[in-house]
């Protein structure tokens, strides 16, 4: 029995064209028309003047950072439950990540609890959007203003979503988006980083090409990176770029078949604010507390019965690798603590069918029921 994967990319016709124009024109590296394209257009969904692009999100997150006046010891906020490249980011930068809890019902950053960890030390605050539905933005506007913060944004899994009718990765300084083969839109490895600060774009550029000098080649007066894309990326992603809408709101259509057939379920189901368009990038739930099943005995049921899926993040306070920085000692986050414990997602990449999510909810309500 072939497993129904967590996700799986949606290549077509499109896709191919493109890639087998760009091997035919010789230009396959990071020069070549469908760089500059995908850049454009990319900047141009999401209402940014500039796109730059490179090989990963992770490389998109740190070079992002690196863009800001940061000096060593300088604070940045971001939430505890989130990947773990949004923290090294910050630290790789020589900067802190300063840690908030999320919020029970969006899995969002609480930008309730931002204004009292801000300090002295404070330069910069680190939104991400979680599992597609965007963060509160007008409370993270409002105290970057008041204390002169920067505010970088994370839309690797929320291409595509809304918030009051804005793209996200175009409400901030400075933001990045990621292409890996489980986004909306995919090179198969691949980011963005999204600006309207001509500086930024200068500086990143720079970092992401070895920080070469255009009036003197191979001389260096400080340390960047190889992050570039490829024009073969760029073809494919630029080939994606022009179905997202489509990807949108197939997603949209797939959360809204789960939501009617999970809804009686002992499970917390994903939201979607008034101010929000939810993407549902990952087709997240959390078990109820009072529900008889772990977590990971829940997974393994699925899993016998051919179906994927995927614990949610673990906090950054939990993670041993920071602990031994000695960073986030005696911290918690119980919000993120509950959800990272109790939360998965399921299968909902664009190549799953209606069928495929009509087994997985029939398969959900068996397990649930020979457990009670």
């Known amino acids: 029995m072939n497993k129904i994967p967590v996700s799986e990319p949606l290549i ?23 760089v500059k394209e995908f850049e454009k257009k990319c900047a141009r969904y999401c209402s940014m003047s500039a796109g730059i692009s490179v090989n990963a999100g992770t490389a998109a997150l740190q070079v992002a950072v690196a863009c800001l006046p940061i000096e060593k010891g300088d604070e940045i906020i971001m939430p505890a439950f989130t990947i773990i490249s949004c923290a090294t980011a910050i630290i790789e930068a020589g900067a802190k990540p300063v840690l908030v809890d999320c919020n029970l019902d969006t899995w969002t950053m609480n930008t309730e609890e931002i204004e009292a960890k801000i300090t002295k030390k404070t330069k910069a605050i680190m939104v991400v959007h979680i599992y597609g539905h965007p963060v509160d933005m007008q409370p993270i506007a409002e105290l970057a203003e008041k204390y002169n913060l ?3 944004e994370d839309a690797a899994e929320a291409h595509g979503a809304e918030y009051k009718k804005e793209k996200c990765g175009g409400l901030s300084d400075i933001s990045i988006l990621s ?68 990807f949108v709101n197939r997603k949209r259509e797939m959360a809204e078949l789960y939501n009617n057939q999970l809804s009686e ?42 179906i994927e899926s995927r614990p949610f993040f673990i906090g950054m306070h939990e993670q041993p690798v920071f602990k031994n920085m000695g960073l986030f000692i005696g911290e918690n986050y119980p919000v993120c603590e509950y959800i990272s414990k109790k939360g998965l997602y399921l299968p909902s990449g664009q190549a799953i069918t209606n069928s495929q999510i009509q087994y997985i909810c029939d398969a959900m309500h068996e397990i649930f029921s020979s457990f009670h």
């Open 179 to 246: 292409f890996y083969a489980n986004k909306l839109v995919t090179t198969g490895e691949g980011g963005m980083i999204l600006t309207s600060n001509s500086k930024f774009e200068e500086r990143a550029r720079s970092l992401i090409n070895l920080c070469f000098k255009p009036e003197k080649r191979f001389y260096h007066t400080e340390i960047g990176h190889n992050y570039r894309m490829s024009n073969i990326q760029a073809a494919i992603g630029l080939a994606q770029l022009e179905k997202l809408d489509i």
């Open 12 to 34: 077509g016709e499109r896709e191919e064209a493109l890639v087998l124009d760009c091997l035919r024109s010789g230009w396959i590296s990071s020069e070549g028309k469908y």
């Open 265 to 306: 379920l002992p499970i917390q189901l994903p939201t979607e604010k008034k101010w929000a368009k939810n993407i549902y990038w990952m087709y997240g739930i959390v078990l109820n507390k009072e529900c008889d099943l772990t977590r990971n005995d829940f997974m393994e049921a699925l899993n016998k019965k051919g």
């Open 150 to 152: 920067y505010v970088i």
